[in-house]
C-alpha cells in the first residue's frame, strides 16, 4: 500500500500540546498507526497510508481541539483520543463533542471532558438537581463533580460545597481516631481534596474551608440538617445503606444540587443487597430532575493498565452474573 504524506497546520500551544514532553504523545500515536509523525514548525506532517493517516490526523485534531480550550494535555488524553478514534462509530456517536462543556478552574487550565459519557455527565450536572455518576474507577467521576461544584462556588452560584461519604466501610464508628472532626474524616476524602487542591490550589482550599465554603462530614452527621444552596458530593455511595441514602438524598434544600458517585461492583456492606446506591438507581431512574450516567471501562482516563484491569474484572463478573442473579433478585 502506498505511503504518502500530509500536512497538517497547527498553532504553537496546539502543536506543543500533540508534541508532548520529549515527543512523547507523538509516540504514543505513531505506535498505534503505522505512521510517522514529524513536527517541522507550523503543524505536523504525517507519513503513512492513506487509512492509517486518516486515523492520525483525526486524533491529532481532538488533541489541537483540546488544547485549543485551555486543557493540559497528558498520555491520558492521547490514550483515550486513539480510543474513540478506533471505536467511532460511522454516525459520530461516542466522540467528545467540539462544544462539550469545559469548565475554566482548573490551576493548569480549562478542564474538559476527554470521553463522551464525561461531556455527557457535565451536560447533566448543568442540567438537573440530582445527578448519579456510576462506573469503575478512573473514569473520573468524583475529579469532574468536584471540578464542577468549585466552578459553582467560584462564581458565586453556590454558597457552599458539601461532601460526604461513608467514613468507614459498614461502619462510621470514628471515635477511635485520634484528632476533631476534621482530622478523623480527612482521610477518607483524601481523593476529593486532591482533586480540590489541584483545581483550586492548597492555599485557596484551606482559605474556603476556614471561611465555611468548603464543608467535609461523614453521612452520619448529615441528618436532621436542610443543604440550601449548596453543592453537594456524596461519595463511594455505594457503601451507604438505604437508609442512609433515603436521609442524605432528602437533605437537599433550595436552590441546592447534589451528585452521587460510586462503583456499584465495589460494595464493601457486609450485606450488599443493603447498598443505598444500587437501590437508589433502581427507584429513581424514572423521577424528573435525576440523571444517571454509568461510565464504562472504556471511559477510565487514569494509566491504560487500570482499563485493563477494570475490563478483566468486569469479564469475571459477567462469567460469575447468572449465578449471583439467582441468588439476588434484587439486583
Known sequence: MARESEFLALDDAALRAVVGPHSRHIALIEDAYKVLVEAPGGGVTINGSTRDR?????????????????????????????????????????????????????????????????????????????????????????????????????????DRLVITRPAVEAGEKLGFLPGDLNEKVDPYLAPIWEALNDILGPDDVRRRRDKGEIEAAPIAFMRGRTLAHAFIIVDEA????????????????EGARMVVTGDPSQIDLLNPRDSGLRHALRILKDVKGVAIQTFQAQDVVRHAMVERIVRAYDADAAAQRPAADLEDPDA
Not at 65 to 80: L, N, Q, S, W
Not at 136 to 144: R, Y
Not at 238 to 253: A, I, P, Y
Open 54 to 158: 486518516a486515523q492520525a490526523k483525526r486524533v491529532i485534531q481532538t488533541l489541537a481541539e483540546r488544547a485549543d480550550t485551555g486543557a493540559v494535555i497528558t498520555e491520558a488524553d492521547v490514550r483515550t483520543a486513539l480510543g474513540a478514534a478506533a471505536t467511532r462509530p460511522r454516525d459520530g456517536q461516542g466522540t467528545v463533542a467540539p462544544n462539550a462543556v469545559a469548565l475554566p478552574v482548573g490551576r493548569r487550565g480549562a478542564i474538559a471532558p476527554k470521553t463522551a459519557a464525561q461531556a455527557n455527565y457535565l451536560d447533566m450536572l448543568s442540567k438537573c438537581e440530582l445527578t448519579f455518576g456510576v462506573g469503575p474507577a478512573g473514569t473520573g467521576k468524583t475529579f469532574l463533580a468536584a471540578a464542577y461544584g468549585a466552578s459553582l462556588l467560584r462564581r458565586g452560584q453556590v
Open 238 to 253: 455505594q457503601n451507604t445503606s438505604r437508609l442512609q441514602m433515603k436521609m442524605v438524598l432528602t437533605r437537599l434544600g
